[in-house]
């Protein structure tokens, strides 16, 4: 097989899908070519402006978006514009072809004719649409235009989410497809799932399904939409926008228009008539009411009297809105209890509650669907279950939340119910096979229906998980933290607090891993597969040793926590830290704190304290003070000084793991960044492994960090002052920024001095314990416990 390079990349149609998807291969570090048409008002004319004008406009309506699509505005160069009349014949150039024109089979072919006069042969050309059969675009196509040409159906948007359906037609070489799962996943870090060619594919198929049998369900029962989202969010592994949220954000027109391909396109699926669209939605298409885009769909955003705005909800018999109620069920009073979401799902079914019955309702209902649609949409079921994480974030896909509530005992009861599943489940149960998935010697299996027999899951072979090394290869644990092996003399430990916030469980099983590897192994990884790295200290520690002024054991635990930090740091053996997602505040220090980070594309890494009212006391203050008299040699130290005072005293919090080097989270030339979160634990893996085997020793404590002392502290007082003075800030923001600037500096020293790290951590624990006696601080505190949010007092 040819060694296949994909350096550059040209983007047919700059809409909402090309232009985003044009900023993720830039993202990666690919030169793209991002084309539109003319505008009608410019075919006549020579400037190359007005000619550009509708793909300009729409990359940057694209980039001005939130979240970005973008991993910093440095790369927003790699991309190239122009049009279809004056340069389509530079994608003689490109690698890949990527067609992302307006959902109509005549113009995507119009588009494939003009590609066939420029393409070199070879070049991969692909078809990023959601609905058309992708047969029927290669029709009087060159065999190496067929040869080389597959459906890409990236999801929305193309950064976040992680899905890509890879769709070959019959003519479309197994070496493409073979290429694109493995490009798919390890360069665009997505979830590469090969799918077949029909409608909807796998995960809008299902995933549609799952929401239109959910509209017909409320009806049935009479539910709420506060009632619905609350059951079908978080509380069953699913995102915080649940169902209607979701369908707002989407827009009901796109989901209509899936629904109904779905229901014209599919005559024989038995659930046919779950794809017909209720009248409340209907109705609400007609009064174009389309969730975000319209400005109003199931929820609509008002301006109360008093100027706050208010979120409403619509009734969905009256449809009209109303004041959002609250949501009260005993089953799931009951879960909130329950921490493992396979445990706390199964609970849920059990509910004898509304809760319970729609719970069964749903669950079955899918059970049945998911069974029938092998092997019309695949033949392998571990593909519905990755689509459906990968596309519609469910953390426990179909087969897998069937596996938790027991095969055996759940088809009984969905015969109870009425619902017979398809033959081979029970064929399976016959084989001697009792679930779907299982795990032996660190590998996990899936059921082959064709074989009659547990097969591995193709790729995962290298991938190291998680949650399949846990169950056969723990070594320690504690409430907070478990220690695994992760083969070849590397540990991991992992955190599983709420929001893998840091408190004292987690310090022991730091120290605890730290000590087991000193004795035993080559390195530790410090890395974990929960929503977020880590959301930082446990703050609501902090505030009631602070609040009933408990100094002496608030100094101890923030000493407990540095002297954590900096056995991170001073150990005989690499630790290397994993993060993604949220890695704030002690998240972030102990990042700060690795011989070597493998952070994940996607982390938002940052020292968050100011925001509670104190100054990073991690070690995290002191670690800036380090980095910057790293910085000094060159003559502008205040400047220096002054962006490193900045980054912590504004809580920058970085975007993605590239702009963490930026804002100097990470060090260039030592950190890393993965874009595929699959491949991640095997990457720190082998970076703590490679750094072991080159010769690792022990690092010396610093003794020669040059802090400025005045020379800085006038900087720092001067720019608080003015701050205050226009009102950009308040006044304890002005106490915590001279606190800040004054660790940050050394203390008021008469001249620039060199001193350890041991003199700036007691600095900045007195000042940390000097900030928790202040009454806004406390305030602060309490606001971030109770709601969540930050109190600017």
Known sequence: MMNRKINKVAVLGSGVMGSRIACHFANVGVEVLLLDIVPKEATESNNPAERNKIVNDALQFA?????SPIYSKSYISRITTGNFDDDLPKIADCDWVIEVVI??????????????????PGTLITSNTSGIPIHLMTEGRSEDFQKHFCGTHFFNPPRYLKLLELIPTPKTDSAVI?????????????????????????????GVY??????????????????????????????????????????LDT????????????????????????????????????????????????????????????????????????????????????????????????????????????????FNYVSNRIPEITDALYKIDDALSAG????????????????????????????????????????????????????????????????????????????????????????????????DGIINLEFHTKMNTIGGEVLEGINKAIDMAEKEYKGLVIS?????????????????MAVEQEYDELDFAIRAFQNTMM???????????????????????????????????????????????????????????????????????????????LTVGQAQVATSGKEAFELGYLREGIDEVIVSRAHQLSYAKQAALNLSNKGYTMPVKRKDIKVLGKEGLGIVYVGAHSMKSGNYISEHDQLISEKLGYVLCGGDLSAPTEVTEQYLLDMERKAFLELCTEKLTLERLQSIITTGKVLRN
């Open 63 to 67: 980039l001005k978006s939130n979240p």
């Open 103 to 120: 959902e109509r089979l005549d113009i995507k072919q119009q588009v494939f004719t003009n590609v066939e006069k420029y393409r070199k």
């Open 178 to 206: 073979e290429f694109l799962e493995d490009y798919g996943q390890r360069f665009l870090g997505k979830t590469t799932v090969v799918c077949k060619d029909t409608p909807a594919f796998i995960a809008n198929r299902i």
């Open 210 to 251: 799952s929401i239109m049998s959910l509209f017909h369900t409320v009806s049935e029962m009479g539910l709420t939409v506060e009632e619905v989202d609350k059951m079908t969010g978080p509380v069953i592994g699913r995102p915080k926008s649940a169902t209607f949220r979701t369908c707002d954000v989407v827009g």
């Open 255 to 366: 989901l209509v228009h899936v629904a109904n391909g779905v229901k014209d396109n599919c005559p024989n699926d038995e659930a046919n008539s779950t794809f017909t669209i209720p009248s409340y939605i209907t109705k609400m298409v007609e009064n174009n009411w389309l969730g975000s885009k319209s400005k109003q769909g199931f929820f609509k955003k008002v301006k109360g009297d008093d100027g706050s705005s208010e979120i409403l909800t619509l009734d969905l018999n009256t449809l009209e809105y109303r004041k959002k109620s609250k949501v009260k069920f005993a089953t799931l009073e009951m879960a909130k209890t329950i921490d493992d979401l396979k445990t706390r799902t199964a609970a849920l079914v059990k509910g004898q509650d509304k809760a319970g019955e729609f719970y069964r309702k749903s669950f079955y209902g899918l």
């Open 392 to 487: 519609f974030g469910w953390q426990l896909g179909p087969f897998t939340t069937w596996d938790a509530l027991g095969v055996e005992k759940t088809i009984a009861k969905m015969e109870e119910a009425g619902l017979q599943p398809n033959a081979w489940v029970k064929e399976m149960i016959a084989a001697g096979c009792p679930s779907f998935y299982k795990v032996e010697n660190g590998i996990k299996y899936f059921y082959d229906i064709p074989s009659k027999s547990y097969q591995v899951i193709p790729g995962s072979e290298n991938l190291l998980s998680l949650e399949v090394i846990r169950a056969e290869k723990t070594l320690w644990k504690n409430s907070g933290t478990t220690i695994v092996d992760l083969g």
């Open 528 to 544: 974990n597969d929960g929503d977020n790295f880590s959301a930082g200290a446990n703050v609501g520690m902090i505030f009631m």
């Open 567 to 645: 056995r991170v740091r001073y150990s005989s053996i690499p630790v290397v830290v994993a993060p993604h997602n949220l890695a704030l505040g002690g998240g972030c220090e102990m990042c700060l704190h690795a011989d070597k980070v493998i952070a994940h594309a996607e982390t938002y890494m940052g020292l968050v304290e100011f925001g509670v009212g104190v100054i990073p006391g991690g070690g995290g203050t002191k670690e800036f003070a380090l980095r910057a008299s790293d910085e000094y040699g060159d003559g502008i130290r205040l400047n220096v000084l002054r962006n490193r005072f």
